[in-house]
């Protein structure tokens, strides 16, 4: 991603200023802002190389990249006015001082201390499963004993044995690595986190077993040892999940109250050594048996749902998934797959859970095929990397974040594939496997009934990419706001080659997909001339406008009665500063806004506060009524027209109550901006004072004709 890319996220999301802290993970960059009333979904998503957006509770505020999230992450912090407004390592500190949450947004605060104990090490289980899958693909074809099973694991020869260590490393430490990312997150010293959790995964500790005495409890048996006196309930930790968890929650909360109660200039000594000196035996008593009996109940939960009825389970599990990954409550679930696979020695859940990615996976190809027919550049784009990412890694964020969540029609047609698949499953008995592996092409051969799983996940991918290529994934509405675009880019570059529009597959609809992603923002990316109905609009070509040399001038008239001012009057960051693009502002005395020429109507939203048009000349405009009008759910607004009509220059708009907008405690100040400014060689307010409608308010500048 360009360096101006980068700093286009930065403003979308209100500038530096407005960042309190920046983290990534494996696909998103994750902010923490000071007010998320400053962002612009639309906007956000309009950035090149964005895939999405996701808004959440205590003014969290995520946007999709996918796998170079890293790069973008690394140009943003490098970005000068990020250098300026704080150094890397003070935001890293800051976001490090930070302990649990308060009870206001709990339950996001919760999904999201899952998702970071987990995310960072989401390459090292990645890695670890295609061994596995190695494993089970040379177990199936006799070249080796069935590795997961104990006793003939114990047969394998030294070479074999020393691959298996490959994937045990990770699954055998990961309650070292867990407590790492969760102690780091809840402001904790990480190396203290993992130290505490280190105490019980020494051999010296698991030595303790001899010293143990079996204790009859609520009917099961249980090992214990003194230690002083005091009873030590005993258990093997290799794969827990749970107990490193609670441990780093609490040790965060403790890490708090020492840095209060110590003096600053001796914290460095003694809140660690504090800490561990209450957290050590605190988890070797309490919380590590604690946490190993809520794993086991949660397991116990879901274990006996799926023995009750496989079926149900097997058609449930995929069908709820859509639902649990967007709030993060899949999370707690994979702990459960590890438990299951520690306790039992195999996991039930992965199985159906694949019907879902694949279903994800096939919308995703769906998608990509309409974009190809459609001539969608960016959408092939967005498409194409999602696709690779999930039938390679199993990994669904950039599908889901990217493209599902952002058209709500594919939902119904992928909840279908989940379906299908789940019941192929149901009716073939379950699915089952002996590890922890990430549901891609690559891994098909770690699950038990490899045929049966293989026909489930194929049926699940191609009847939710089958019904999104039938049904499409944009609405009527929607897809009109987008040919319209298309086509208009096409034209210009037909202008440009002196040829026909482009029919064939690289027709284009690149930059007419970004352009529908910010009509939608602030509401709508509007682009029209607005002009007075007399005089002629001038056609421009994307040629012409690459050389920026001065040619003739295009005045745009004010699509509503009232004062003109400066744009960078307007009371919102994202208009003043010219992220959105140059132009002006009315002051409106007037109620309604027209159109002053002859177009298309690209976005028209039901809340009335804002419109585009592409008018046939291509200058595209963005007309918006108030700032945070949208608030106003479209109370004292009349639209008059819907996305894809067809207008004639004075057709009214929308109709607008400035009573209402005043009394709501919102500016009625409305932005006219020329959303594509860098087209052309400049772009200038003519108007200013009172303006009637089609008065001159915008010069554009057009680019004048190549030799």
């Given at each position: 991603?360009?360096?101006?890319?980068?700093?286009d996220?930065?403003d979308?999301?209100?500038?530096?200023?407005?960042?309190?802290?920046?983290?990534?993970?494996?696909?998103?960059?994750?902010?923490?802002?000071?007010?998320s009333?400053?962002?612009?979904?639309?906007?956000?998503?309009?950035?090149?190389?964005?895939?999405?957006?996701?808004?959440?509770?205590?003014?969290?505020?995520?946007?999709?990249?996918?796998?170079?999230?890293?790069?973008?992450?690394?140009?943003?912090?490098a970005?000068?006015?990020m250098?300026?407004?704080?150094?890397?390592a003070?935001?890293?500190?800051?976001?490090?001082?930070?302990?649990?949450?308060?009870?206001?947004?709990?339950?996001?605060?919760?999904?999201?201390?899952?998702?970071?104990?987990?995310?960072?090490?989401?390459?090292?289980?990645?890695?670890?499963?295609?061994?596995?899958?190695f494993?089970?693909?040379?177990?199936?074809?006799?070249?080796?004993?069935?590795?997961?099973?104990?006793?003939?694991?114990?047969?394998?020869?030294?070479?074999?044995?020393?691959?298996?260590?490959?994937?045990?490393?990770?699954?055998?430490?990961?309650?070292?690595?867990?407590?790492?990312n969760?102690?780091?997150?809840?402001?904790?010293?990480?190396?203290?986190?993992?130290?505490?959790?280190?105490?019980?995964?020494l051999?010296?500790?698991?030595?303790?077993?001899?010293?143990?005495?079996?204790?009859?409890?609520?009917?099961?048996?249980?090992?214990?040892?003194?230690?002083f006196?005091?009873?030590?309930?005993?258990?093997?930790?290799?794969?827990?999940?749970?107990?490193?968890?609670?441990?780093?929650?609490?040790?965060?909360?403790?890490?708090r109250?020492?840095?209060?109660?110590?003096?600053?200039?001796?914290?460095?000594?003694?809140?660690?050594?504090?800490?561990?000196?209450?957290?050590?035996?605190?988890?070797?008593?309490l919380?590590?048996?604690?946490?190993?009996?809520?794993?086991?109940?949660?397991?116990?939960?879901?274990?006996?749902?799926?023995?009750?009825?496989?079926?149900?389970?097997?058609?449930?599990?995929?069908?709820?998934?859509?639902?649990?990954?967007?709030?993060?409550?899949?999370?707690?679930?994979?702990?459960?797959?590890?438990?299951?696979?520690?306790q039992?020695?195999?996991?039930?859940?992965?199985?159906?859970?694949?019907?879902?990615?694949?279903?994800?996976?096939?919308?995703?190809?769906?998608?990509?095929?309409?974009?190809?027919?459609?001539?969608?550049?960016?959408?092939?784009?967005?498409?194409?990397?999602?696709?690779?990412?999930?039938?390679?890694?199993?990994?669904?964020?950039?599908?889901?974040?990217?493209?599902?969540?952002?058209?709500k029609?594919?939902?119904?047609?992928?909840?279908?594939?989940?379906?299908?698949?789940?019941l192929?499953?149901?009716?073939?008995?379950?699915?089952?496997?002996?590890?922890?592996?990430?549901?891609?092409?690559?891994?098909?051969?770690?699950?038990?009934?490899?045929?049966?799983?293989?026909?489930?996940?194929?049926?699940?991918?191609?009847?939710?990419?089958?019904?999104?290529?039938?049904?499409?994934?944009?609405?009527?509405?929607?897809?009109?706001?987008?040919?319209?675009?298309?086509?208009?880019?096409?034209?210009?570059?037909?202008?440009a080659?002196?040829?026909?529009?482009?029919?064939?597959?690289?027709?284009?609809?690149?930059?007419?997909?970004?352009?529908?992603?910010?009509?939608?923002?602030?509401?709508a990316?509007?682009?029209?001339?607005?002009?007075?109905?007399?005089?002629?609009?001038?056609?421009?070509?994307?040629?012409?406008?690459?050389?920026?040399?001065?040619?003739?001038?295009?005045?745009?008239?004010?699509?509503?009665?009232?004062?003109?001012?400066?744009?960078?009057?307007?009371?919102?960051?994202?208009?003043?500063?010219?992220?959105?693009?140059?132009?002006?502002?009315?002051?409106?005395?007037?109620?309604?806004?027209?159109?002053?020429?002859?177009?298309?109507?690209?976005?028209?939203?039901?809340?009335?506060?804002?419109?585009?048009?592409?008018?046939?000349?291509?200058?595209?405009?963005?007309i918006?009524?108030?700032?945070?009008?949208?608030?106003?759910?479209?109370?004292?607004?009349?639209?008059?027209?819907?996305?894809?009509?067809k207008?004639?220059?004075?057709?009214?708009?929308?109709?607008?109550d400035?009573?209402?907008?005043?009394?709501?405690?919102?500016?009625?100040?409305?932005?006219?901006?020329?959303?594509?400014?860098?087209?052309?060689?400049?772009?200038?307010?003519?108007?200013?004072?009172?303006?009637?409608?089609?008065?001159?308010?915008?010069?554009?500048?057009?680019?004048?004709?190549?030799?």
């Open positions: 991603m360009a360096t101006n890319s980068a700093a996220i930065v979308s999301v209100g500038g530096p200023g407005n960042i309190e802290s920046l983290t990534h993970c494996a696909t998103r960059l994750r902010f923490q802002l000071r007010d009333s400053h962002v612009d979904q639309e906007v956000v998503e309009s950035v090149p190389g964005v895939l999405g957006a996701v808004p959440q509770q205590g003014n969290r505020y995520q946007v999709v990249i996918g796998g170079a999230v890293e790069s973008v992450y690394n140009d943003i912090m970005l000068p006015e250098k300026a407004r704080d150094s890397a003070a935001i890293k500190a800051a976001e490090r001082s930070k302990g649990p949450r308060g009870k206001s947004a709990w339950l996001d605060s919760l999904f999201e201390y899952l998702s970071d104990s987990f995310r960072p090490i989401l390459g090292a289980l990645l890695g670890a499963s295609l061994f596995i899958t494993m089970s693909l040379m177990s199936t074809l006799d070249v080796i004993p069935n590795w997961s099973n104990p006793d003939e694991a114990s047969q394998l020869s030294p070479s074999w044995q020393f691959v298996n260590l490959c994937w045990q490393c990770v699954f055998v430490f990961l309650p070292l690595m867990i407590a790492y969760a102690s780091k997150k809840v402001g904790a010293d990480p190396w203290v986190g993992f130290s505490v959790m280190a105490v019980l995964m051999p010296q500790f698991a030595d303790l077993e001899q010293y143990t005495h079996k204790v009859t409890v609520a009917g099961q048996e249980i090992q214990i040892v003194d230690v006196g005091i009873p030590l309930t005993f258990f093997d930790y290799s794969s827990q999940v749970f107990p490193p968890l609670i441990m780093a929650a609490v040790l965060g909360y403790l890490t109250y020492l840095k209060k109660l110590i003096p600053d200039n001796v914290q460095l000594i003694f809140v660690p050594f504090l800490a561990m000196l209450i957290m050590i035996p605190l988890t070797a008593f919380i590590g048996p604690f946490g190993v009996y809520v794993g086991a109940g949660l397991a116990d939960i879901l274990k006996s749902i799926n023995d009750f009825s496989p079926f149900i389970f097997a058609i449930v599990v995929p069908l709820a998934y859509p639902f649990m990954v967007p709030l993060g409550l899949h999370w707690p679930i994979n702990a459960i797959m590890l438990l299951n696979i520690q039992l020695g195999y996991d039930y859940i992965q199985g159906p859970m694949g019907a879902w990615n694949f279903a994800c996976f096939g919308a995703t190809a769906g998608v990509l095929v309409l974009a190809w027919r459609q001539r969608d550049r960016q959408m092939k784009q967005t498409a194409t990397g999602a696709l690779a990412a999930g039938l390679l890694g199993g990994i669904s964020e950039p599908s889901l974040y990217g493209i599902h969540l952002r058209f029609r594919i939902y119904p047609r992928l909840l279908v594939g989940c379906f299908v698949g789940g192929i499953i149901g009716i073939g008995g379950g699915v089952t496997t002996n590890a922890f592996v990430f549901t891609s092409l690559l891994t098909i051969p770690a699950f038990d009934s490899v045929v049966l799983y293989g026909i489930a996940v194929a049926a699940a991918f191609f009847t939710a990419m089958i019904l999104v290529m039938i049904s499409g994934f944009r609405t009527p509405e929607q897809q009109a706001e987008f040919e319209a675009i298309r086509d208009a880019e096409e034209q210009e570059r037909a202008e080659k002196g040829t026909s529009p482009v029919s064939g597959p690289d027709g284009g609809g690149g930059g007419g997909a970004g352009l529908a992603a910010g009509a939608a923002a602030g509401a990316a509007t682009t029209a001339v607005i002009d007075r109905p007399d005089r002629a609009t001038a056609t421009l070509s994307k040629a012409d406008a690459d050389t920026k040399v001065a040619g003739p001038v295009t005045e745009i008239g004010a699509p509503l009665e009232g004062e003109a001012v400066p744009i960078s009057d307007v009371p919102d960051p994202v208009f003043a500063k010219g992220t959105m693009g140059s132009g002006a502002a009315i002051k409106p005395s007037g109620d309604t806004v027209y159109a002053p020429a002859d177009g298309m109507v690209v976005a028209a939203q039901p809340t009335g506060h804002a419109f585009g048009l592409v008018l046939d000349g291509g200058i595209e405009l963005l918006h009524v108030g700032i945070d009008t949208v608030q106003m759910k479209g109370d004292g607004f009349d639209v008059k027209v819907k996305a894809g009509q207008v004639t220059a004075g057709t009214p708009l929308v109709t607008f400035k009573a209402k907008i005043a009394a709501a405690g919102y500016s009625d100040i409305t932005p006219v901006v020329i959303m594509n400014t860098k087209k052309f060689p400049s772009v200038t307010q003519i108007g200013t004072g009172q303006v009637s409608v089609g008065d001159p308010l915008i010069a554009v500048e057009k680019p004048a004709p190549k030799e």
